[in-house]
């Protein structure tokens, strides 16, 4: 079932995922229409993207071939039947889209990274009915995401979606962009009303993660998949590497396995109800655990104080993260995660440990 109408499109009662396709930027006429004619022959996506004005990373590159591109898009639009999408970085970008009338805009990661910009593109938004999708920005900020997305909101745009597209980050990694999928989750638990959309092109930069990644967004509940086409990829004048062409989006789209989020199956159901009540007592466990650990933190700020010895001592702290990450791997817990575990339970108990010995507070008696 592909979806034809903008106002239906953006909702959590999506049986299959929306699919936006379309590539990196317009370059030209031709290129843009082959692209929309073959991806609307697939007959699965519903909205047709393209970059009008493209904010590169340094200047010189391609940047967009400006305002003609949305002339195209409308060509676009009458001949398949598609919807269109523009990324819009600036108020003069809404207006033009508006006039055009694409159907939606998307706020891409830099603009979401700058409130300046987000909230000069809500104020030109007020009074408009148009669904607007807000990309995460690059650098991995919550907050920030959620801010332009409430900025947009205030505006009074009620379609509003969030397109997940990886973060930046200075290590190296297997992804363009690192997934941090805790990130989207924790933006779904905050806002659960709010559809979310995932964009693997951006988060792996080239194509042959892209299919793990859609399936595991899919996996994730998400309602739907941005993935950049192009039907001569490696001619594109941007990102070329991870661009697919329509024929491969539609191979991509058809193995993907889409799970159901809940079944009505009373055994299924009986066996969750089960685990979930395993992993509710586990979790009791843990917690009365670490707040029995704390408590040993507090005693040994108590002795340190006595004792005049410093809170950190990093021979220690040293010892525990080794010891600790071993102990992990060997029940299979990846060392990435123990490292983690082990820096916030750490942190807690210098926190305790700081209670006791800075703040003076005394170690709560044992009750009688
Ligand atoms: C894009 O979608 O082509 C784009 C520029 O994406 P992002 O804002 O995610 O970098
Ligand atoms: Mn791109």
Redesign the pocket.
Known sequence: MIHKTPASILSQELTTPLVIAGP??AETEEQVLRTAREIAALNRVSIF?A?IW??RTRPGSFEGVGSIGIEWLKNVKAETGLLTAV?VANVKHVQEALQHGIDFL???????ANPFSVQEIAESLQGVKIPVLI??P?NADLDLWMGAIERVQKAGITKIGA?H??FSSYDKSQYR?KPMWELPIELKRRMPELPLLC?P??ICGTTDLLFNVAQTAIDLDYQGL?I?THCDPFAAL??AKQQVTPSDLGKLLERIIIRKSSVEDKKFLSTLEDIRDKIDELDNDLIRLLAIRMEMARAIGQNKKNSGVTILQNSRWNEIVQDRTKQGMEKQLSPEFMLKLFEIIHQESIHHQKQVMVNGIEMKKKNK
């Open positions: 990196c930027s993207r970059g493209k904010p990324e998307w706020l891409g990661a830099r603009t979401t990309k995460n690059v397109i597209r990886g962009n964009d092109s951006h941005m950049e941007s990102d």
